[in-house]
């Protein structure tokens, strides 16, 4: 089952399946995409985020965006799938309307994987059904309709992450500046490496992010921002052809004997043994 709308006036797509490993590549595009990958399956899922094995339980979802490189090499049983584009539905123009960014999509911390608990599972269940008939139901306010279902499915999704992966102790202030935190650093680590640059765009002294964070999570905020520009560079390496000096000025680095000191700094080995490691891997 696969289900697609698309506005190619506006390159607007917005897909579903029941399926996303065997019906990835009969979309007319899913490039660029944020998806929630759901196990509706009563046993649990393997799949891979970035080179990394992923077990995905019964009734749980993991979002991933454009930036993540994920592979159904390893998954056995059929992964329900709901996917968009920035032209169909923008997080970040509705910020505020969905709280969603810094938390299930563009996150500095582990993927943010979700269960759906017993008592909602039937309200995720029916907002599929009515999902899949939306689809169904072809006229000029169709796009509009769908649009509404899927903010809806952010805010529940977002709601369940925010009670499952936040410190409850935090108040709604504190968590809101912990995920523009985060956001923010997703879009400039590359350019901005101190912890001082976050706190200004936030309002935020330095202290007071390291203290809040220091409550939230064992990282402090320098570590973060090291962290994501990490995981950057593992990512052009693992999978692309890129050249360590191509990946050092990508990354912001004016000098390539820099990110080679940075890179061995935080993995123990240089860019070219992570590589040939790679090569060598089963």
């Known amino acids: 089952m696969k289900y697609e709308y698309s506005d190619p006036k506006l390159g607007a797509i917005l897909g579903l399946t029941n399926d996303i490993r065997k019906d990835k590549d009969y979309f007319s595009s899913t490039a660029n995409t944020i998806k929630f990958l759901w196990n509706r399956n009563p ?18 979802i993991v979002t991933v965006t454009y930036l993540q490189q994920v592979s159904f090499v390893k998954t056995r049983l059929p992964l329900s799938s709901v996917f968009f584009n920035r032209e169909f539905y923008c997080i970040s123009d509705h910020d505020a309307e969905v709280s969603c960014n810094g938390i299930l999509f563009f996150g500095t911390q582990d993927l943010p994987i979700i269960s759906i608990p017993t008592d909602q599972q039937r309200k995720f269940n029916l907002w599929y059904e009515v999902f899949v008939e939306e689809f169904s139901t072809p006229d000029n306010i169709q796009g509009d309709m769908l649009q509404m279902l899927l903010k809806r499915l952010i805010i529940m999704s977002t709601r369940l992450a925010k009670e499952q992966l936040i410190v409850k102790s935090l108040d709604n202030t504190q968590i809101d500046t912990i995920r523009k935190f985060n956001y923010l650093v997703d879009i400039h680590y590359k350019t901005k490496r101190k912890v001082s640059d976050y706190a200004d765009m936030l309002f935020k002294s330095p202290k007071t992010l390291s203290n809040l964070f220091s409550i939230y999570n064992q990282k402090t905020p320098q570590q973060i921002i090291l962290d994501r520009l990490m995981l950057e560079a593992k990512r052009l390496i693992h999978f692309t052809e890129k050249q360590n000096q191509e990946i050092a000025y990508d990354l912001g680095f004016n000098d390539p004997a820099h990110f080679s000191r940075f890179f061995k700094k935080m993995t123990d080995m240089s860019p070219s043994e992570y590589r040939e490691n790679l090569l060598i891997a089963p």
């Open 43 to 60: 046993e649990p899922i393997s799949l891979e985020v970035d080179g990394f094995d992923l077990m995905l339980e019964p009734n749980q």
